[in-house]
């Protein structure tokens, strides 16, 4: 093995270590939303500040199709803790794909 790619190595054995132990990495992002209800005579119908919520969504997409699930405050909070080990386990892939190329073309060139 090259030195250089010794050097990769331990990169990559870094990136492994920090995807460490996770409990779920969640797709899609959440929000919170304040909505008008059917009610003609009610105040949110004219009154921004009068609209009913907050409601907390989760959206994804599921066969493609964007999608959206109501979720309470308590799943809200867990569903970001979720969604922040999602991103944070994509960014540490991502690297560890950079690295494997950089790895596989020195090894491959003898
Ligand atoms: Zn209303």
């Known amino acids: 093995m090259k030195k250089f790619t010794q050097h990769l190595q331990m990169k990559l054995q870094r990136i492994k270590k920090a995807m460490g132990d ?4 969640a797709p899609g992002t959440i929000r919170t939303i304040y909505m008008k209800c059917g009610k003609a005579t009610c105040s949110c119908q004219k009154n921004k500040k009068d609209r009913h919520g907050p409601y907390n969504l989760w959206d994804r997409k599921v066969n493609g199709r964007p999608t959206s699930k109501m979720i309470s405050q308590n799943q809200f909070k867990q569903m970001s803790q979720w969604i922040e080990q999602r991103k944070r386990l994509e960014k540490l892939v991502a690297q560890a794909i950079v690295i494997s ?3 596989a073309l ?3 060139e003898t």
């Open 22 to 25: 996770f409990d779920l990495a």
């Open 101 to 103: 190329q950089q790895i």
């Open 106 to 108: 020195e090894e491959f």
